[in-house]
């Protein structure tokens, strides 16, 4: 049986946010699945974006990609100390997939929220 999934078509999704997708997803209706599906896509955050800015804050002005997933205290520690030495950057760099998986789990658990209420 060939469903169509929607979730297939956000950029960068990892089978591990497609499981956790599902599993949030399971207790919905169809039309708070739609309404979870909307509220969810505009919040998520891809790991090449993660990337992208981190390269940005590697060259640029350390600490972009946290303030990009709400970590505002973080962001400015990196700011403030140059990505703690670029070193703090580098590892984001290794990390992206990781700070963009905790941000999206984050922001599915908001959106499941706001779905089963209705609003």
Known sequence: MNTY?????????????????????????????????MIYSSKRKSPQDILLYTLIGFVLVAGVQRFMVGQTVM?????????????????????HQSI????????AYESFNIAKMGL
């Open 75 to 95: 962001g400015l520690l990196y700011l403030f100390t140059g990505g703690f030495c670029l070193i703090g950057t580098i590892v984001d760099l290794i990390n």
């Open 100 to 107: 963009a998986n905790e941000y999206n789990q984050k922001m």
């Open 5 to 37: 999934n929607p979730y297939m078509s956000l950029p960068g999704i990892t089978t591990e946010e497609l499981a956790v997708l599902h599993q949030a997803t399971s207790s919905l209706t169809d039309t708070q699945k739609q309404s979870f599906y």
